[in-house]
């Protein structure tokens, strides 16, 4: 936006295990930034791609940042590309529910969203992480997440794996955590685990779940690799693939580009 600049994410610390350097993505903003991988390849051919995305405003003193990239550094160190994304400094605008997604499979909104979710759809794993904020997930992250309805009914995750983490100064962790997850496993995507902490008591605790992190992050690289599979979530997938096969195929003439998706995917 004019006059509104944005900050670029820097490597800081944090990333002196993970690369040596750190370079824009060309066709987003500065925010996102791409973690130069290790030269492990994923089935001898092309490297797995896993980006996590964090949903604190606070920048790099985010305690939930430093667990996003705990994963990211767990994945990488198994062979894996990694991406990190604040979502706070990109411009992302309120969803209108006015359902222009479901018939064009586009949005009315000129901003971020699309770039974002190209390189959502792109990769591999997804980690969500947040801090708590009255129970839930940020207003930032949510409003990404509420812009995801069209991939929601298109399962656009579907073979795609993810996991999440999350921050609190007194309770709500965990389910924070478990939300997150749930997101990913309602966009189709299979999830791996979970690490939530709570810090106001004690501050000192993000350093042993930054390692319970690095492991969740090998986890989900491992999933991505040998495509681990969960009898119990893929048939919440059966079924919600179902129930939007039906809701899409009710409203055919309407949600054109929904239901041109799935003639493409052969889930008609």
């Not at 959502?120 to 409003?143: C, E, F, R």
């Not at 999440?164 to 309602?186: K, P």
């Not at 690490?195 to 989900?220: H, M, S, T």
Request: hydrophobic share 35%; glycine share 10%.
């Amino acid at each position: 936006m004019p006059g509104n600049e944005r900050i670029p994410v820097t490597a800081g610390n944090l990333f002196k295990e993970l690369a040596q350097d750190i370079a824009p993505v060309p066709d987003l903003p500065a925010s996102i930034s791409f973690i130069h991988p290790c030269t492990h390849h994923f089935n001898g051919e092309t490297r797995m791609k896993i980006l996590g995305i964090n949903g604190s405003p606070k920048g790099e003193k985010s305690q939930t940042r430093r667990l996003v990239l705990s994963v990211l550094e767990g994945a990488r160190k198994v062979g894996a590309d990694v991406m990190f994304v604040d979502c706070c400094d990109l411009e992302i605008k309120y969803c209108r529910a006015c359902g222009t997604c479901y018939v064009k499979g586009e949005c009315i909104h000129d901003d971020d969203m699309p770039a974002l979710l190209e390189k959502m759809l792109d990769a591999d794993g997804i980690v969500l992480g947040s801090p708590v904020y009255i129970n839930s997930v940020t207003a930032q992250l949510k409003t990404v997440l509420d812009r995801m309805s069209d991939s929601i009914h298109c399962q656009s995750f579907t073979g795609k794996y993810g996991c999440a983490v999350s921050t609190a100064g007194g309770s709500m962790a965990d389910e924070v955590a478990d939300y997150m997850n749930q997101v990913l496993l309602n966009l189709g995507a299979t999830t791996v685990g979970k690490v939530g902490v709570l810090l106001g008591a004690d501050p000192g605790a993000i350093v042993p779940a930054e390692k319970q992190a690095k492991e969740l992050g090998r986890k989900l690289a491992e999933a991505v690799k040998t495509g681990w599979k969960d009898p119990a979530q893929a048939k919440v997938q059966a079924e919600r693939r179902g129930y939007f096969k039906y809701l899409v195929s009710a409203n055919k003439d309407n949600w054109t580009h929904e239901y041109e998706h799935y003639k493409t995917m052969g889930w008609l």
